[in-house]
Nanobody
Framework: HVQLVESGGGSVQAGGSLRLSCVAS????????MAWFRQAPGKEREGVAR????????AYADSVKGRFTISRDNTEHTLYLQMNGLKPEDTAMYYC???????????????????WGQGTQVTVS
């Protein structure tokens, strides 16, 4: 059983920063692909960033490249998303997602992840 709990969301002005955290209750966290997704009202959930378990390689959506940074602490079982230069279009519910890599390359689609947090709201005005 995997439990993911996000925190760190809030309301900020354009240009501001937020740091999201996701604590994972899971055995062998270091073997899991981890990712951040977001969903704005009336839109589909989209991938923001993902990070591989072994070598920590990352991938980002074009819309956040150069502004957001995903990282993980395998000792603390925590995933982070540092968001700088926030824009109103970044407003959304942000979700943490996890899936056991089992030797495969981590995906960027919602169907690549079996475990999800409840989300944390980010509002940029």
């Amino acid at each position: 059983h995997v439990q993911l709990v996000e925190s760190g969301g809030g309301s900020v002005q354009a240009g501001g920063s937020l740091r999201l955290s996701c604590v994972a209750s899971v055995y062998n966290y270091g073997r899991y692909c981890m990712a951040w997704f977001r969903q704005a009202p009336g839109k589909e959930r989209e991938g923001v960033a993902r990070i591989s378990p072994a070598d920590g390689t990352t991938a980002y959506a074009d819309s956040v490249k150069g502004r957001f940074t995903i990282s993980r602490d395998n000792t603390e079982h925590t995933l982070y998303l540092q968001m700088n230069g926030l824009k109103p279009e970044d407003t959304a519910m942000y979700y943490c997602a996890a899936d056991n890599a089992r030797g495969r390359i981590c995906g960027v689609r919602t169907e690549d992840y079996n475990f999800w947090g409840q989300g944390t709201q980010v509002t940029v005005s």
